[in-house]
């Protein structure tokens, strides 16, 4: 998106690690997706609020590693014009462990943990 913060994913973790003292778990979970997603040949952006958007596929991927339903209520509200706007019919939340699926009038939302997304990602 023309507008969004630019940001910048290394295929080798350590090398961000070696740069900096600060150590973002959010910001390495974000980068483990993302690299399942360019593995798969998928065509990603982003926006502020999206971690990743898919248009050719109408899905966002959210990365919310330590996250349960009331943030993920919290978050949806805060996109609901974005999904609505682009006509996203999928939305896939990637977890450490939670789990739900929540069927809203314009979205599918499916909360997933990393492991279990990622072999769904693969078979996709």
Known sequence: MPRATKKLYTLDFNIKNALTLQKDFSRLFETLVYLEMIKRGAEVYYTDEIDFYIPAENRIVLTMPFSNEDVLFKKIESI???????AIVHVEVVTMSAETKLGLPYAVVEMMPFVQWAIVEGEG
């Open 80 to 86: 609901e014009a974005f999904i609505i706007e682009n």
